[in-house]
């Protein structure tokens, strides 16, 4: 039985991903779950399956080396997926060094222990070992709003904390790569959406303040430019990238998706009075009305565009998801989960959601 160890499999991504690897493989794998459980790690993503005999759940830091080299030391790893980050543009531009933190020395604990584990006298590795780590489009910078493309080939140029502390982490896995030749692939992808992610994304944030009749916040003039990919596409894109990509590649991502923020928001309007019942009270709620613009983000980059070429060419993987199709199942999802969404924007978030959007 293959062991992976997925570092932030209560995030987002990591808890799709999980469930797509339960759904394919099933009893033919095991899966240890690493997550500090911060704010966007929720335990509740992963209900269904924390009583899984094949499913080991282990609140850890990424940065607490002891813990890690303990849970290498006491499993036979064949598989890291490394999730784990701090992800959101806004929150690392009121705090930088804990995106530093998260996402560099992080980073560079995972390799060192995976190497510790995985090295063998000679300076090869153990037969079938292999480090996954997944990244972002955001460690390129910014596109023309009239054309091109990210590729692999693209020099790195990083405008917010975030994502200069991606480019960090994204660089600490070359240098591994090019010097001690550790078996380990990255992936940049897109922006994600679909089920379990956490509201102070764009796509949840507007559905979930539509259906209440909030203010929609829209930085600048909306006409930013995101390509955009269903979670669940992005999860089997990781799971071939490990299992047919070359070692030591980087695989692009991307959902030929691209869209400007203000055309999403109208998108997931006109779907949730497509999706709501005549006799639904929030139906009225949803109207163009609560489209709010408010004062742009720091450094907000134009657009972002990735060119899956490589991943289609080498390995087969392309997205499946229509965009329209995508929302209808997203919004779905969180038609079939409003005490999920309760749960996860009370408290903190928003004490945030206030500090973020309420003073501009």
């Avoid at 780590?133 to 054309?147: A, P, Q």
């Avoid at 493309?149 to 660089?171: I, Q, R």
């Avoid at 796509?203 to 909306?222: M, T």
Wanted: hydrophobic share 35%; net charge negative; aromatic share 12%.
């Amino acid at each position: 039985m293959r062991t992976y160890l997925v570092t932030g499999g209560a995030g987002f991504i990591g808890s799709n991903y999980i469930h797509y690897m339960f759904k394919k493989y099933d009893k033919e794998i095991r899966i240890i779950n690493v997550d500090a459980l911060t704010y966007a790690g929720n335990p509740e993503n992963l209900k269904s399956i924390e009583n899984r005999d094949n499913y080991t759940f282990i609140k850890a830091d990424i940065c607490d080396k002891e813990t890690i080299s303990r849970i290498f030391a006491e499993n036979d790893i064949d598989r890291v997926v490394h999730f784990a980050a701090e992800s959101h543009v806004d929150r690392s531009i009121k705090n930088p060094e804990i995106f530093v933190r998260t996402n560099v020395l992080g980073t560079a604990v995972m390799l060192n222990c995976a190497q510790a584990a995985w090295e063998l006298p000679d300076g090869t590795y153990k037969k079938d070992k292999k480090f996954l780590h997944v990244s972002t489009d955001e460690v390129y910078g910014s596109l023309e709003e009239d054309g091109g493309y990210f590729y692999e080939t693209t020099p790195y140029a990083p405008h917010s904390p975030y994502s200069a502390s991606k480019a960090g982490s994204d660089m600490l896995v070359r240098s591994f790569m090019d010097t001690y030749h550790f078996p380990a692939n990255i992936t940049n992808c897109s922006n994600n959406y679909g089920p379990y992610q956490f509201p102070e994304k764009l796509i949840p944030l507007i559905i979930n303040n539509a259906l209440q009749g909030k203010k929609l916040p829209v930085y600048g003039d909306g006409k930013n430019v995101r390509d955009w990919l269903y979670v669940e596409d992005h999860a089997k894109a990781i799971d071939m990238v490990q299992e047919k990509g070359r070692l030591f590649e980087t695989y692009n991502v991307g959902g030929h998706n691209e869209k400007q923020n203000i055309e999403i928001i109208h998108i997931i309007l006109d779907t949730l009075r497509e999706m709501l019942s005549d006799d639904d009270p929030r139906k009225a709620l949803v109207t163009d009305d609560l489209i709010t613009y408010v004062e742009d983000r720091k450094g907000h980059d134009r657009r972002y565009a990735i060119a899956p070429d490589k991943i289609r060419a080498e390995i087969g993987w392309e997205p499946e998801t229509m965009f329209k199709e995508g929302i209808k199942r997203t919004i779905q999802w969180y038609f079939e989960h409003e005490d999920w969404m309760r749960n996860v924007t009370s408290g903190e978030y928003q004490k945030y959601y206030e500090e973020n959007y309420g003073k501009r």
